[in-house]
């Protein structure tokens, strides 16, 4: 099954630890699920959820699929416009069985956010996590 996920950078440093755990949570959970040969990780591993749910997912013995939109988006998106996250994002929805999003609930704050991915995401079953009473 691929799970593809998307979530707010920037965290906070306690609302990070809680996002971890989390994400921990529900990658053990899938992978009870599908097995762990039957999981795969969909992403734009760009840092924070992007990545920790992708080694959440390796560490449980699935697999990843990149998807990378722009060329310098793992080393610190500057050169990427908010029109490649946005393509990125509706490539990896595409991709997935299911979407983990890590979002706030909050409107997208700008094109390509984790809200948008969300929109486009109507018809794929999407499990947001998020820490009860937790702000970016």
Do not use: K, N, Y
Request: hydrophobic content about 45%; overall charge negative.
């Amino acid at each position: 099954m691929r799970i593809g996920v998307t979530g707010h950078r920037g965290l906070p440093g306690s609302v990070e630890t809680a996002v971890r755990a989390l994400l921990a949570d529900e990658a053990e959970r899938q992978a009870a699920v599908c097995g762990s040969d039957g999981l795969v990780a969909v992403s734009c591993p760009a840092d924070r959820p992007d990545s920790w749910w992708a080694d959440l997912v390796l560490a449980a013995g699935g697999r990843l699929e990149a998807v990378v939109p722009a060329d310098d988006h793992r080393t610190g998106l500057t050169g990427s416009t908010p029109q490649a996250h946005q393509a990125g994002s509706e490539i990896l929805v595409g991709l997935c069985h299911a979407l983990v999003a890590v979002w706030d609930g909050l409107p997208a704050r700008g094109c390509g956010g984790t809200a948008d991915a969300v929109a486009h995401g109507t018809g794929t079953p999407v499990t947001v996590l998020w820490p009860e009473g937790a702000a970016r």
